[in-house]
């Protein structure tokens, strides 16, 4: 079975500093990893994805993740924090031919002026 | 493209009424999903279907039922609510898995259960 863990529930930040939400992925066949991003009262949208071509994923709203497989781990950074990234982000496992989604308990991204 | 359209948005019920959440998406997508999403729970998947008349149990079945008519629709039916289902329903979307393309999300339905 495939599942995410995202550490920690909530991570607060100033704005203008580095953004570090952290996932690791358990999965017995290479995974695709997504990162979805929550606005209050919307709906999930995708911000990148790892499909296998390269290590280094570059999304939306200057956010990009590294796929690990040494360490199981999908991390999303971005550079410099802006107040428009407030919001929930979710880390979600997948794998070829398979319907299903999973995503994991998300973490809420706080930030301060 | 309207994408993916769920109404209400908002819903109170009594213990015991039913209801259904509709969904409807205009981009021709075969899978659609719905998740319910539960504060630092995540989303978990209700149910699930690949394709007109076909429909699967995703991870929280218990208490709810789906159809699939038509590749456009796919409603949740609660026949009996109860507290346990006052949460954020959503309802997704994607073309097919082969390239493994987003999950196209709707806005959700806040339900309550009183």
């Known amino acids: 079975a495939q599942s995410v863990t995202q550490l920690g529930s909530h991570v607060s930040v100033s704005e203008g500093a580095l953004v570090l939400l952290r996932c690791n992925y358990s999965?017995?066949?290479?995974?695709?990893l997504f990162w979805y991003v929550q606005y209050p009262n919307q709906g999930l949208q995708l911000l990148l994805k790892y499909t296998s071509a390269a290590t280094l994923v570059k999304g939306i709203n200057g956010f990009e993740a590294e796929f690990k497989k040494s360490e199981t781990s999908f991390h999303l950074t971005k550079p410099s924090a802006h107040m428009s990234d407030a919001a929930e982000y979710f880390c979600?496992?997948?794998?070829?031919?398979?319907?299903?989604?999973?995503f994991g308990t998300g973490t809420r991204l706080l930030v301060s002026p | 493209n309207a994408g993916v359209t769920q109404t209400p948005k908002f819903r109170i019920l009594k213990i015991g009424q039913s209801m259904t959440l509709q969904c409807t998406q205009d981009?021709?997508?075969?899978?659609m999903y719905w998740y319910r999403q539960d504060p630092g729970m995540g989303l978990k998947l209700i149910y699930y279907s690949v394709g007109a008349g076909i429909t699967d149990k995703g991870e929280v079945p218990n208490g709810y039922n789906v159809s699939r008519s038509t590749t456009e629709d796919f409603p949740l039916r609660l026949e009996l609510a109860a507290p346990s289902q006052t949460s954020v329903y959503f309802c997704?979307?994607?073309?097919?898995?082969?390239?493994?393309?987003?999950?196209?999300f709707g806005s959700g339905t806040q339900l309550s259960v009183l």
């Open positions: 981009m021709n997508h075969n899978y």
């Open positions: 997704a979307s994607r073309p097919d898995i082969a390239t493994n393309e987003k999950l196209f």
């Open positions: 979600a496992v997948s794998r070829t031919g398979f319907q299903k989604l999973v």
């Open positions: 999965s017995s066949v290479p995974p695709y």
